[in-house]
């Protein structure tokens, strides 16, 4: 996956989690705000697209999308396990 797909990707996953923190139940709460931190180290490192890879970049990018539209329509724990499987597919190299 390209850098700046990457970016584009963890940010859109950074906005589902800022949503459902902001805006989900209490219960959703907690556990958005704390991979909302996991998206934005990220993001605000700066880590490069060569320190980190996906098991599947395009299972990443897709789910990515699917996490921000369910966020969006206030499906807060359908979002909420899409950021999970999102953060199961990172590691670093």
């Known amino acids: 996956m390209e850098s700046t797909t ?12 800022e949503i ?15 991979l909302l931190a996991s998206f934005r180290r990220y993001d605000d490192s700066g880590l490069s697209q060569t320190l980190v890879s996906t098991s599947n970049d395009e299972l990443f990018l897709r789910t990515a999308e699917a996490a921000l539209t369910m966020a969006g329509r206030n499906e807060f724990a ?13 590691s670093l190299t």
Do not use: N, T, W
Request: charged fraction near 20%; aromatic fraction near 4%.
């Open 20 to 34: 459902a923190a902001k805006a989900g139940p209490q219960d959703v709460r907690v556990d958005a705000f704390r």
């Open 6 to 17: 990457f970016v584009m990707v963890i940010r859109q996953l950074s906005a589902a989690a």
């Open 78 to 90: 359908a979002s909420l396990a899409l950021l999970e499987q999102a953060r199961s597919l990172l």
